[in-house]
Each structure stands twice: as C-alpha cells, then as structure tokens.
C-alpha cells in the first residue's frame, strides 16, 4: 500500500484542461506555486487560491483501508485561507477541523474543482480520469460572496 497511490485529485473545472495529482498517506498540500511554496497539489493559475490553501490527509483505519480528510489551511499558524475550501459545491467554508471525504467529492480551492478519487474506486490513475470527464460540473461558490453559487451544474 505504501509504493502506490491512496488515490487521485483529478482536476475538473470548466474551462481547464484535465490533469491528475497522486495522493500518498500523509499529508497532501494543496496551494498555489510561489518561490518559497511548492505544494504537493500545485494550482498556479487562480489568483483566489493562498499558498497553503488546505491540507487532504490520507491514513490507513484500523480495518486497513484509506481515509481521507480535508482541513482548510490546517498547517499555516491557524489562520484560515484568504478564500476558502468548498466540497461539493456546498457554500458553507470548511473550518480547520478535517472532514472525512469519500470517491467523487468536489474540492473547491479559490475557483478550482479538484474531483477525489479513491485507488480502491478507481485502481488507476487512467481510469480516475477516465471516470471523473463522465461526471458533470459541480456548482462552484462565489468565494467573494460566501452562501452564493457562481456556476450551476452542468
């Protein structure tokens, strides 16, 4: 379990090209690109996305199987991102106390979508893909004007 992925955030985000990012136990940094930032999930064309967005933590349960939890921002000094973290197009920010997610929740950074899908969903890193272009668009949250939704679903 330890050489492959704990899964995949897919990006899915009208208007972006598709692109993966692995998912490994521990913790996996979410945030835009800077000189002194390299985050494990890198989104370096949304100016609503901080550094250290939010963290998605992958760990194995006592029944050997993955679980995954988001936290906006956990590990910067408390401070919560400039924008937030959305799941599901949901308008109400995450806190920094992670949430359990599962295969085919909608992560919402500044206004990109990331879709989780987990290895034991979709084995591959192809098939993640392949399987999340079947799904339609997530409403996105205007990260301007929390409770309001900017995109419908599609």
């Known amino acids: 379990m330890e050489n492959q992925p704990a899964g995949w ?10 692109a993966s990012y692995e998912l490994h136990t521990g913790k996996n940094r979410i945030g835009r690109v800077a000189s002194t930032n390299k985050p494990d999930i890198p989104v370096s064309d949304d ?3 901080s550094r250290n967005h939010a963290v998605l933590v992958v760990r194995i349960n006592d029944r050997y199987q993955y679980e995954y939890l988001i936290a906006d921002n956990a590990e910067a000094q408390g401070k919560p991102s400039m924008n937030g973290t ?4 949901d308008t109400q920010r995450l806190g920094d106390q992670p949430i359990k997610l599962k295969d085919g929740d909608t992560i919402q950074v500044g206004v ?10 979709a084995i ?10 079947k799904l339609g668009y997530t409403e996105t949250v205007d990260v301007f004007k929390p409770g309001v939704v900017l995109r419908k679903r599609v």
């Open 9 to 18: 955030l897919i990006l899915h985000t009208e208007g972006k090209e598709t």
């Open 86 to 89: 959305y799941i599901n197009g």
């Open 124 to 133: 591959t890193v192809d098939n993640a893909v392949k399987l999340t272009q």
């Open 47 to 49: 100016m609503y996305v």
């Open 112 to 121: 990109t979508k990331f879709v989780l899908k987990t290895a034991d969903v």
